[in-house]
């Protein structure tokens, strides 16, 4: 039986205040959902299984760039790496006006600016996870390939753009708190918490943008707590103690399940996505476990959802909690 405090008067209704649309940035590694940023497109865009594969960085060849009518130039899979000649290789360079107007998370055009790339920089992080990247004419170079489109799109550092997925776990019980078999695999279902987009409704982790100086682990941590948090109407007292659970579960070790490249569909030549994914579990079901998200009919919610190879989730997202599943030997 899990227990709950007594002086906890946990609240079911949930409202996420932060605001996922507007400005992509914020939304973490998936800025956009499949059907504003790749809709009218080829289906090659939207294909899940095209997450990692280490060649060829196909959503971030889609041919039109999220939130602009700018088409990139177009790159066959043969042409993808850099080390392949071609001299009539012409991208299209787009930077997005939001970025245009150096809001403090972006960085300024090159030029007076050089950042120090491959180090880090002040407190930005300019370090790829995947290890050093090519520099040309000033330039860092997508580690991954040609991508049709120079200049920075909507993202706003040159090279490397830190985010950071929290995974938090715990498992399914039912209401005498047993374990929940699953009726096909016969193995306990897991459930992570979740939020809802407002832009699409799509299911999403609640990943966010490493802030310059902090370290990831804060990351992870801080945007968990503002969307848990946030979505709780509860008074001072219950906030406190929510937070300090969050704290306690964060602070346990983590289980990285990804760091490295995002096929992002906002990466370019010179600018890329990054994350880092930990999975923090709930093992005995009395720390977050108890925290009331509940589905509803309000847009922006944040829930526990059954983690499951049938979910609709943004496709990295999706591969994340397999990992996840697979390591805890959790239905999938
Ligand atoms: C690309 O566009 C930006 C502004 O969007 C401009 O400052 C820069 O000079 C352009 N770069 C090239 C190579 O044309």
Redesign the pocket.
């Known amino acids: 039986m899990k227990t709950i405090s007594p002086n906890i008067n946990w609240v079911a209704s949930v409202h996420l205040a932060l605001s996922l649309f507007g400005l992509p940035y914020v939304a973490g590694t998936s800025g956009f959902c499949r059907k504003n940023a790749l809709g009218r497109i080829s289906s090659l865009c939207s294909s899940a299984s095209v997450y990692m594969s280490p060649a060829a960085p196909v959503k971030a060849r889609c041919p039109v760039y999220p939130g602009s009518d700018t088409h990139r130039f177009l790159v066959s899979d043969d042409k993808v790496d850099w080390d392949t000649d071609w001299p009539q290789y012409s991208p299209v ?3 997005a006006p939001t970025v ?1 107007k150096k809001p403090v998370w972006a960085d300024p ?1 090159i ?1 007076a600016f050089s950042p120090q790339f491959n180090s880090l920089d002040g407190s930005v992080d300019r370090r790829s996870h995947e290890g050093p990247y090519h520099i040309q004419n000033g330039k860092p170079l997508n580690p991954h390939g040609r991508t049709g489109l ?2 920075r799109g909507l993202l706003g550092r040159w090279g490397p753009n830190h985010a950071a997925d929290p995974i938090v776990t715990r498992w399914k019980r039912d209401s005498t708190g047993q374990l929940v078999l699953h009726t096909n695999s016969q193995l306990p279902v897991l459930q992570f918490v979740s939020i809802k987009r407002l832009d699409c409704g799509e299911w999403a982790i609640p990943g966010g943008m490493v802030d310059p100086g902090e370290r990831i682990s804060q990351t992870l941590q801080r945007e968990f707590s503002e969307e848990a948090l946030n979505s709780l109407q509860a008074s001072p007292s219950e906030r406190e103690e929510t937070q300090k659970r969050i704290t306690e579960l964060f602070d346990s070790a983590g289980l990285q399940v990804y760091k490295g490249y995002v096929d992002d569909p906002r990466n370019t030549d010179n600018a890329w996505m990054e994350t880092v994914a930990v999975n923090f579990h709930d093992e005995s079901g009395n720390s977050v476990s108890e925290l009331p998200l509940q589905a509803g009919d309000d847009a922006g919610q944040v829930s526990w959802i059954d983690v499951d190879s049938s979910l609709d989730l943004y496709a990295n997202h999706l591969h994340f909690l397999e990992t996840v599943a697979k390591e805890r030997n959790a239905h999938w």
């Open positions: 360079n787009y930077t245009l055009e030029g120079e200049g």
